[in-house]
């Protein structure tokens, strides 16, 4: 299938879904959104990053910075915050430059890495996706660059991961289709969200959810 462009998904998206499905719900169905310290850091990380006068050349790296991507396949699209294209004996042509080149995507994250980052490497794996679709060639691996401990983490883009970030795309045209927003769910990251006062966690659940439970029950 091959997704109109109206019909697009925006990659950023899928993180937030799988992070937080009820913050997903609350910025892409609500259309509520509120900062905080976190992600005004996180915006000003970003500013820097995409930055075009920021954009170089390291010896046979180059250095493309808020690069626009698509795919028609899974019908998403975004930018990369910074994708590298390192000169090999193998890889794609690029316009106006000599030889062949691989492509290294890299995502700025604030802060530092929780967990397995799953959901971090999910919005990385769909930005490569969308470049290996757009430059027809393989990507193994890219990165992951965490402002607290100030280096990378490696992410591949192993078949499972692959096939995770599909799963969640198709998980988010379900929920966007059904425009429900989820239960929230207390966890310790409710702390450190923007949204904690919109979203309440940890309060009864709304009456409209013990209707839908009692509807299901009659049905």
């Known amino acids: 299938m091959i997704y109109a462009e109206d019909d697009y998904l925006m990659i950023s998206g899928i993180q937030h ?25 996180g915006e000003l990380m970003h500013k820097k990053v995409h930055d075009p006068y920021l954009a170089e050349k390291r010896k046979d790296i180059l250095i493309v910075r808020a690069l626009p991507v698509h795919s028609k396949i899974m019908g998403v699209s975004g ?92 998980a988010v045209r379900e929920m966007l289709a059904s425009a429900r927003l989820p239960c929230a769910q207390k966890s310790a990251v409710c702390s450190s969200c923007s949204l904690a006062a919109c979203c309440m966690p940890g309060s ?12 299901e029950e009659e049905g």
């Open 79 to 170: 930018e990369c915050d910074v994708v590298e294209f390192h000169k090999s004996e193998e890889g794609v042509k690029l316009h106006g430059h000599r030889g062949l080149y691989t492509i290294y995507p890299v995502e700025y994250k604030k802060g530092s890495p929780h967990g397995d980052c799953l959901a971090d490497s999910i919005q990385l794996c769909g930005q490569a996706l969308c470049l290996e679709e757009m430059f027809a060639t393989s990507i193994p691996e890219g990165a992951l660059f965490y402002g607290t401990p100030h280096r990378r983490t490696v992410v591949r883009f192993s078949p499972e991961l692959r096939e995770k970030t599909e799963r969640t795309v198709a």
């Open 204 to 215: 009864p659940p709304a009456v409209s959810v013990y209707l839908d439970k009692l509807c």
């Open 17 to 41: 879904f799988k992070f937080c499905r009820r913050q997903w719900a609350l910025i892409h169905i609500e259309q509520q959104w509120a900062e905080n310290e976190y992600t005004v850091i």
